[in-house]
């Protein structure tokens, strides 16, 4: 059943077949090999994979993102951090780094934040004399922070398939995010040593405290989405609300939106939610595929073969990972592989929260790696550069997230530990 499946998923996959309708025709040849195919059962699983009240979560964070950028908020955001940090040698690429922590606040995509960022900060860091290709690395780097630091729509989708708290997810990002943010500054540090930029000049007390001002209601979101979780006082469907509506009303308290780009606004909004709903909806129906083909249970044996230490386990699956993560999108891998691999690292005593973590730290790092890295593909069209220019300047930053999420695999304490602080 593991090679049916995966087999008859890549094979559609290679011929150009959308995901989503691979991942579906993948699940009705395991349901036809198994003698349990059903058009009855294939309509209720799709019809209960969008039916889902933690997947509402979603289209609200999505919109969070399109109004923060169509409000202006974002130049507000970058303007701040660059009256903070723009005026020292490789200033620019600092304030890459705080704006992306920022912006991985707001919108919880890796995509949206690297646009945002990459349409501002790009232009200026070349006009400067920055390395472009290095730069563009940069904020693709940067960029998926937005997948690991609450909100994080990829944590939303793990859960919901997985069945794991959602919140604590959440909760369990904060500090690997920050640990990520820290390891590009060092790497930055080194690498922008090349360049003969230019620095900004350097901004006095009261044009840092104008610029935080400018930014200081957008700066107070994420904490609210934190601090209302954590204390209990809306789900991560209700924050995806109070998110949404509290952008809308900034974004018109700052005059920076007009009512007439707010259909352009609901209708991206749409789009991108009806593709992420629909994969989720056939995801559902590969996953119940998948349970009745004893798919975990036949994985399972195949790699407590090999060997019963969890550790070890689990660097067996971070390296299939890897590789999935070079050739399928970030959604669809957590969609297809986590109701495979769930039950294995649970069943090896693994924490699933952890496991989730772990999982879409590692999927996250595909999406800034060859052939198919989505954010890659984002940074090269602003940039107007190849890809093999952005993967000449992304390397480092990708080797250090990677020493990063191998470090949480030997020392889950970065994880767990955090996680029962801001939950308990």
């Known amino acids: 059943m593991i090679w049916l499946f995966l087999i008859s998923l890549f094979l559609l996959l290679l011929i150009g077949v959308p995901v989503a309708y691979s991942m579906l025709a993948s699940a009705v040849v395991m349901l036809v090999a198994l003698g349990l195919f059903d058009t009855g059962i294939l309509g209720e699983y799709l019809v209960k994979g969008a039916n889902n009240f933690s997947l509402m979560a979603i289209p609200f964070f999505i919109l969070t993102g399109e109004i923060m950028n169509a409000g202006g908020v974002s130049k ?8 903070l940090v723009g005026h020292i040698r490789g200033g620019l690429g600092y304030v890459v780094i705080i704006s992306g922590v920022i912006f991985a606040g707001l919108s919880g995509s890796a995509v ?17 004399g920055y390395n472009k290709n290095r730069s563009t690395g940069l904020v693709a780097s940067t960029g998926i922070i937005g997948t690991v630091i609450p909100p994080s729509i990829p944590m939303i989708l793990f859960g919901v398939i997985g069945g794991v708290s959602i919140t604590k997810l959440f909760m369990a990002g ?22 003969q930029s230019e620095t900004l000049p350097k901004a006095t007390m009261k044009q840092r405290w104008t610029a935080f001002i400018r930014a200081f209601w957008a700066l107070l979101l994420p904490l609210i989405i934190i601090v209302g979780l954590r204390g209990g006082v809306f789900t991560p469907t209700e924050a995806g609300v109070v998110a949404a509506v509290y952008a809308l009303m900034i974004s018109f308290g700052y005059r920076e939106i007009k009512w007439s780009q707010l259909p352009k606004v609901f209708v991206d909004t749409a789009k991108t939610t009806g ?16 349970t009745v083909g004893q798919v975990p249970q036949q994985l399972s044996e ?20 890897l590789i999935v993560g070079c050739v399928m999108d970030l959604t669809p891998a957590i969609l297809i592989f986590t109701p495979v691999l769930l039950p294995v690292v649970t069943e090896a005593g693994i924490d699933p929260v952890y496991f989730g973590l772990l999982m879409v730290i590692n999927l996250s790092i595909g999406l800034i790696t060859p052939p198919i890295g989505t954010v890659l593909y984002v940074g090269c069209g602003i940039s107007k550069i190849s890809i093999v220019d952005i993967t000449k300047g992304i390397w480092p930053f990708l080797l250090m997230q990677i020493a990063i999420l191998l470090s ?6 970065i994880v767990t530990v955090p996680v029962e602080w801001f939950t308990e």
């Open 275 to 290: 593709v992420v709903m629909f994969v989720a909806s056939t995801a559902i129906v590969s996953g119940y595929a998948i």
């Open 174 to 195: 904060i500090i690997p995010g920050i640990l990520i943010s820290l390891g590009l500054v060092v790497v930055w540090y080194f690498v922008s040593k090349r360049d």
């Open 76 to 83: 507000r955001i970058v303007d701040f951090a660059s009256s």
């Open 408 to 413: 949480m695999v030997f020392f889950p304490e």
């Open 302 to 321: 195949f790699l407590t073969s090999i060997t019963d230490n969890p550790t070890t386990l689990l660097l067996l699956i971070m390296l299939l990972l």
């Open 112 to 128: 949206a934040d690297t646009a945002a960022l990459g349409a501002i900060l790009i232009p200026m860091m070349i006009a400067k």
